[in-house]
């Protein structure tokens, strides 16, 4: 007995927990230079482009770039301020403003949020400081 093309299969329902049962973790504005890296052409070299974080939580972003261009899936973020380097990211949905949410392959520390949020040029995070034996 055949199924209808469309018809339901056992796959459609798997879930993963990472993005389908993870509780969502609250964004919270921000505005850090950022980098991404990701190879072009399979793996022939890496390209770099420059991107401003916007929003950040423990588990995703969304990130501003400077021009339009394709981003690819899967890439690294890099925040040099913050010294927190090769975050693993997915993306998530890009949209019309030059914009796109990301979500990370591991959930951000609490220290490193807070490492961010020092060197951010948001109004909200300037009187944050930096415990120096954090580091």
């Given at each position: 007995?055949?199924?209808?093309?469309?018809?339901?299969?056992y796959l459609q329902r798997e879930e993963s927990f990472m993005y389908d049962r993870e509780a969502r973790f609250p964004m919270e504005d921000t505005m850090n230079a950022a980098r991404i890296?990701?190879?072009?052409?399979?793996?022939?070299?890496m390209a770099a482009r420059r991107c401003d974080v916007i929003k950040i939580s423990m588990s995703g972003a969304i990130i501003g770039l400077l021009t339009q261009y394709n981003l690819p899936q899967q890439?690294?973020?890099?925040?040099?301020?913050?010294?927190?380097?090769?975050?693993?990211?997915l993306l998530m949905k890009t949209f019309a403003?030059?914009?796109a949410e990301i979500r990370f392959l591991r959930l951000l520390t609490k220290k490193e949020l807070d490492r961010i949020f020092v060197f951010s040029t948001h109004p909200?995070?300037?009187?944050?400081?930096l415990d120096v034996r954090s580091w």
């Open positions: 007995m055949r199924q209808a093309v469309g018809g339901s299969h890296e990701y190879t072009e052409k399979g793996v022939m070299h890439f690294y973020l890099d925040l040099p301020d913050a010294r927190i380097t090769k975050v693993g990211c403003n030059n914009t909200a995070h300037r009187d944050r400081v």
